[in-house]
């Protein structure tokens, strides 16, 4: 069920069964010569709503801007600054919470976002500590990445071992293509460099970084990889998103 093809009447009713709601959120960002700007929001989103059907979850809108100032090097990145992107997901959490959305999973396509989601959340429950107790409605945040779970990393690792490098990798390109095959991009393309150091800005990202990628052998990417990577993937959200709807 998806917020944006919901009525607030139909909200209502789903409302008096679950107080839960998984929100993607992610990122628009070079990813590299064959992955698409959209990568990190178009991966979660889609698993939300795989895992969705399975278990009737609401999903809310994608949250598809980040925490990227790193990538700005590149032509159609768009980033959020970390205090940008922490009133967005506090206005967002609090938003449905005034009408009685209490659990708010969010399903992360991009590694920048989890230092200033994890802040935005500890923003929210300050802002409840500090009011008397009992004064606001009780909610809980969770922040869980697509890329992450032990099932997905180990059809990562089956698949692409070492070359899924660590931006702009064949898995998640992968799903992009699964999800849509008619933007597919050739990938004649060699395997991206080792990282040699941290990046620090977007000028010296694109320095050390020339094409976009960091140790991807992106050209490995394949849809049917990509279906394997979501199903994987929204099974462990179910389970995921489940059990945080039943923490006592
Ligand atoms: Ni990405």
Redesign the pocket.
Known sequence: MRLQLSTWQEVDSYLEASRGIIIPIG?T?Q?GPN?LIG??AICPEVIALAAAAQCGALVGPTISVGMAQHHLGFSGSVALRPTTLIAVVRDYVLSLARNGFERFYFLN??GGNIATVNTAFSEIYAERSFAPSGSQPALRCKLANWFGFPSVIEISKELYADRDGS???PS?ISVTQAAYPEAIKASNIEPAPPRPRPFYDADDYRKIHPDGRIASDSAAATPQAGHRLIEASAASVVTDYQGFLAEI
Do not use: L, R, V
């Open positions: 990122s960002e990813h992955g990568t990190d396509g991009h931006h702009a990798t998640e």
